[in-house]
Every structure is written in C-alpha cells, then in structure tokens.
C-alpha cells in the first residue's frame, strides 16, 4: 500500500471530521482516522530520535530527547485512552 498524498490526507481528514461531527460513524473509521492522525506525530518523534541515537554514537544528549519523547508519546497515549496515572513518589 503506497502512503497517502497530503492532499489526500487532508481530503480524508475533512470528511472524517463531517463524519464524526454529523454522527454519521456508525463503524468508528472517522473516529479512527482522526485518533491515529492525532498520535502519529509522537510516534514518528520517537522514531527518529531513536534512529538519531543509535546512528550517532548514542551520545547522552540524543538519549535525553528520547527518552523525554517516549514519555510525551506515553502521556499522549494516557490521555487519550483516558488513563489516569497517579504517582505516589515510588520511582
């Protein structure tokens, strides 16, 4: 399957928010299409900030940025799953 054109993405975008604003999404696409549109931005931080470390001699800087990526893609995924996570200072 070939990647979408982003005018395709963006025609695919408007009529999913049509669908979901009308209530005309009785299979969940548009609610789909727009919640992985949402996330794949964290998600593709992440991949490159790993590419980075690991082709760039894993310097302790690149590492940081991953590591603070993954936990921004990790409290993307929370909120939108509606997770609530409480921290007790037990780290």
Do not use: C, W
Request: aromatic share 8%.
């Amino acid at each position: 399957m070939s990647k979408p054109t982003d005018e395709e993405v963006k025609i695919a975008l408007r009529r999913a928010m049509i669908m979901k604003e009308s209530g005309n999404d009785s299979e969940f696409l548009a609610k789909t299409l727009l919640n992985h549109h949402y996330r794949l931005p964290y998600l593709l931080d992440v991949l490159f900030a790993a590419d980075r470390y690991l082709n760039h001699g894993m310097a302790e800087r690149e590492h940081s940025k991953l590591l603070r990526l993954i936990e921004i893609a990790k409290q993307t995924e929370d909120h939108i799953s509606k997770i609530d996570h409480y921290d007790f200072g037990l780290d």
